[in-house]
């Protein structure tokens, strides 16, 4: 089964800038939409981050980092997605999530962990105070 294959994270100290990668194990698959969820340290929840609509390239990202994380995609493939992060702070520092969604997505819900049915093994991304 395909699975999903994360790069970038480590460690950064505030004020800097990463990049996530997030691409699938099989080329020939595609997905309607990607994203990222993430979990802080000690804490349950994992919440969006952003997510793209892979055909269109419609976005949307989690309060907290609007205006510092980019999402963009690859369009030839529709299965690699890319996270700039910047301006990045020591509340950015998580476990980040790549997910995907490989039937038609509802857009309304792009928050939603269920409409996604790939998820990556978690990169960790830790940013000095």
């Known amino acids: 089964q395909e699975r999903l294959v994360e790069s970038g994270g480590g460690f950064v100290q505030a004020g800097g800038s990463l990049q996530l990668s997030c691409t699938v194990s099989r080329r020939a698959c595609s997905f309607y939409a990607m994203g990222w969820f993430r979990q802080a340290p000690g804490k349950g929840e994992r919440n969006l981050v952003a997510?793209?609509?892979?055909?269109?390239?419609?976005?949307?990202y989690g309060e907290s980092v609007k205006g510092r994380f980019t999402i963009s995609r690859n369009t030839t493939f529709l299965n690699t997605a890319y996270l700039q992060m910047n301006a990045l702070t020591h509340e950015d520092t998580a476990n980040y999530f790549c997910?995907?969604?490989?039937?038609?997505?509802?857009?309304?819900?792009?928050?939603?962990?269920?409409?996604?049915?790939?998820w990556g093994q978690g990169t960790q991304v830790t940013v000095a105070p």
């Open positions: 997910v995907a969604s490989s039937k038609p997505f509802v857009w309304s819900i792009v928050g939603a962990e269920d409409e996604y049915d790939y």
């Open positions: 997510a793209i609509d892979m055909s269109g390239g419609t976005t949307s």
